[in-house]
């Protein structure tokens, strides 16, 4: 089955999302076993933690979250 759809986030500890933030690619199509590199950044004081998580959310896939 083909990920549509995918959406990536840059989030704080507590889930609030880190903005701003620039993503050089969003909004995926996945297929299975395929791999896809997306470059963040953002302002360092956006995230004065400095211990982001990224989420991603498909149209048809369960959100996924994974600490940095």
């Known amino acids: ?3 549509a759809m995918v959406r990536l986030s840059l989030l704080q500890e507590d889930g609030a999302r880190v903005l701003p ?6 909004y995926l199509r996945l297929l299975p076993g395929e ?16 211990r982001p998580k990224l989420r991603a959310e498909g149209y048809n896939t369960p959100p996924v ?3 940095g």
């Open 1 to 3: 089955m083909v990920a």
């Open 21 to 26: 933030t620039l993503y050089d690619d969003n």
């Open 35 to 50: 791999t896809h590199t997306v470059t963040l950044s953002w302002p360092a004081s956006a995230l004065p933690s400095g």
């Open 65 to 67: 979250t994974v600490r």
